[in-house]
């Protein structure tokens, strides 16, 4: 009886020697990747800026009623959120088309100074040195993701896009108003990792505006004439973000 129990012994050893070892690492979801559509949801932070570019044209100073230049740039970046919706097309083994609609919250902070020092106010007791603008913006981006080999339940990959995005929040009676529509390309990487019931994939992308967000402060009735020297101080906006997304798939 004792030789029976070594002679399997010796078979369970033999048969766990000669696997391989990565056939020991328990594939989670061995298929997902091969579905032809599949879907998730995201969620995430945003850092959210301005390429910020000088007018440099000469303002009446609202206070001093001096003829001042003015220059504006972002004195913080403050963080925001987004969420969305992923769909993914498997277009071969290791390329997916992704179209990837969400809605985003961002806040940027203008702060304005002068060259000869002189202070900066507008509305007394509303508007300082100092304007945030708040952008609510629906985001339409397309992206092509390229992934690496699978290696257990790690898969890490690269994505690049670009897309379209629309501003929902507009409030015309502040001092600086961004214009509706932008533009972007997108560019990141992340990894997939393989659970049980879901495949979580963690990434970071950075993302750069191409259309003026600067709406002009010509035939704005609503805008104060001692607020629209925030307006044209600047002539030209562009947007860029860097962006930590969680993906649920």
């Not at 969305?84 to 390329?95: K, P, T």
């Not at 010509?218 to 607020?227: T, W």
Request: proline share 6%.
């Amino acid at each position: 009886m004792a030789k029976g129990y070594r002679f399997i012994f010796l078979c369970v050893l033999c048969s766990i020697l000669c696997t391989p070892l990565r056939a020991q690492v328990a594939q989670n979801r061995p298929y997902v990747d091969d579905k032809l559509f599949h879907f998730g949801f995201q969620l995430g932070v945003n850092f959210s800026s301005f390429f910020v570019t000088d007018s440099e044209q000469p303002i009446v100073n609202p206070i001093t009623g001096q003829t001042e230049i003015y220059h504006a740039g972002v004195s913080s970046l403050l963080p925001g959120f987004h969420v969305g919706f992923v769909s993914d097309l498997r277009l071969c083994q290791y390329l997916n088309l992704r179209f990837c609609p969400g809605l985003q919250f961002s806040n940027r902070t203008l702060s304005y100074k002068t060259e000869s020092g002189n202070p900066v106010q507008g509305t007394p007791g509303v508007y300082g040195s100092k304007i945030d603008i708040l952008a609510i913006p629906v985001y339409l981006p397309l992206y092509l993701k390229w992934s690496a080999a699978r290696e257990g339940n790690f898969r890490p990959y690269v994505i690049a896009g670009g897309g379209a995005s629309f501003n929902v929040s507009r409030d015309r009676e502040k001092p600086v108003v961004l214009n509706t529509t932008d533009y972007f390309c997108e560019v990141g990487f992340g990894v997939d990792l393989y659970f049980r019931w879901f495949k979580f994939c963690p990434e970071i992308t950075y993302r750069i505006g191409f259309a003026n967000q600067l709406y002009p402060s010509q035939g704005r009735m609503e805008l104060a004439p001692q607020d629209v020297f925030y307006t044209d101080a600047i002539s030209k906006l562009t947007s860029h973000c860097v962006c930590l997304t969680f993906n649920f798939e």
